[in-house]
Structure formats: structure tokens, C-alpha cells
């Protein structure tokens, strides 16, 4: 399979005139839970369904485990688990008639599908519960069994569309557990949500698509640090025994600290780029004592806003 269970080389898809995804580059490794984001009609969705061979692209390639997801579809469906939002059941057949008749579908039979079904149903935690017909399960028992009709032929790779949405805060950490083991095991998950702080614990690397295109991608460090980049770095300083008007004038020989301000007894100072340990060095030499020197940290929430937030047109009135 290589390193890569997902890559996309260019991948394009056009409606008309409107393009809907356009030139994305991205690279899911195997055994990672990858968080793809990105606002509504950003893309995300028609990039799933091409990479499930479901659209065909307009250009640019893709290969998911290995397999082009133009020529060899089927092979790609097999290599795929997925949990769609919303997911279809069969509300009057149990979660082991429901898991039966999938296991088919992927080739299954006899003991080999019954010992994969008991083995799912394990998995997901609806064990006890595998002869209740699915209408009457909860709505997090009924993602936990959509997980279940996703897995129960072992597929490498799993691709999870708002799993946890309307889901209470307990079945939601349930589900969190789950895909983590599930990456445990091995598996590859893709992983669509809306839900930020999900998104910043449990996944490895982050992208986020923007009009179609992959805007950046990376660990939540990485993401940090490409916001720093953006909108400037941030420091709270606390100090002792040093007065303000000494300790001013020794930041401002730090070309790169553009804003100093004061909030709840600490100096807050915006800059260009990381200063922390010249920070440090013109506190000591000016005879102050560092108290706390703490870098301010965005959650995944204010990158993402900052990410997609459309830029502001000014317009030249002038030269209209």
C-alpha cells in the first residue's frame, strides 16, 4: 500500500463553469486519523465522493490503498469503510441482520462472516444488543453500528463524515474512543467534523480546504505556528523588580515587538516573530526577574475562522 493511503495529485472537478475542487494536493499516512475541514461548499464532500469513485474528476489524479480511484472503483470500495452523514440502515432488521447482509455485499460467507460480525459488534460496544432491531437503537448506538457496517470486512482505510453530530457529549467520547482504537489497530481514518475541539484532540494531522483547494495542512503545532505566521506572535510577561518605563525601553531594542500593552498586572507584546528568548535576555539585563513568560496558543477554532475567512475587497472609488 506505501506510506500514503490517500493521495491526491491536481485533483479538479468542474460543474460548468463552477469549479468545485480545484488542483488539491494531499497525502493521508497510513495508521493516522486525518481531519479534513473546510467551511460548507468548500469541497469536501465532492472530494470524498471522488476519492469513493463516486464523481468522476475533471483532472488531476488520486489513488486511495493504492488503488486509482478512476480505473479500479471497485477495488477502492473494498479498501473503504464508510460512515456517511446521514448514515442508512434498515431500521427493521437487527444489527446482525443489517451486518449480514453488508458482510455479503463485500463477499463474506459463512463462519468467516459470522465470526466478523461478532467481532464488530464487540468492537463498537453493541454486543448486547446485537437481536434489536436497529429502529429502536439510540442515536449514538446507531453510529456506533454505522461504524460497525464500515469495518465488518476489515477495510484499511475508514472515512467518517460528521460522526459525532447530534450525538450527547458521553456518546460522543465514546466514538472518540472507538476511532482511537481503531487507529490502534491500524486503520487509517478520514475524518470530516464541524466540532473543533474533536477535531484538535484526537487528530493527527489537519487539513483545511478553502474554495477548493488545500489552504493548510498539518499537526495542530504546525497549524499553530502557520497562524503565528499570519497574524503575529504573542507573548504575556510577568516581571519583578524592574519599573515599567526601564523594562519599555529595553523591548523596544527588539526590532520585531510591535504592541506592548498592559492586562490584569502582565505586559501583553504582539510581534513579528517568536521573540520569547530576547524577551527574556532584555528583562535580565535591565536587572528584572521573569516571573512567567507564557506564548499565547489559538485553538484550532481561531485558525480555522482566520483560515476561512473571506478577504476584505477594499475598492479604489478613484480608479473606477
Sequence with gaps: MGEFVIETKGLTKKYESQTVVDRLDMAVREGEIFGFLGPNGAGKTTTMKMLL???????????????????????????????????????????????????????????????????????????????????????????????????????PLLMFDEPTAGIDPQGAEDFRTLMRQMRAQGKTIFLTSHIMPEVEAICDRIGIIVGGRMDICGDVDQLVDHYARRQGYRLKLRIKNIDEATLIGSLKTIDEINVITRSNGAYVIDASADVSERVSLAVSRASGVVVGLESYRPSLNEIFLEVTRPAAVIADKAGR
Excluded: W
Aim: aromatic share 6%; glycine share 14%.
Design 53 to 155: 469513485g463516486l464523481v468522476h474528476p475533471t483532472g488531476g489524479t488520486g489513488t486511495v490503498a493504492g488503488h486509482d480511484i478512476v480505473r479500479e472503483v471497485l477495488e477502492v470500495r473494498r479498501n473503504c469503510g464508510v460512515l456517511p452523514d446521514p448514515a442508512g440502515f434498515y431500521d427493521n432488521l437487527t444489527a446482525r441482520q443489517n451486518l449480514r447482509f453488508y458482510g455479503k455485499l463485500y463477499g463474506l460467507r459463512g463462519k468467516d462472516l459470522d465470526g466478523r460480525i461478532e467481532a464488530t459488534l464487540d468492537l463498537v460496544g453493541l454486543k448486547d444488543a446485537k437481536d434489536k432491531k436497529i429502529g429502536k437503537y439510540s442515536k449514538g448506538m446507531k453510529q456506533r453500528f454505522g461504524v460497525a457496517q464500515a469495518v465488518v470486512h476489515d477495510p
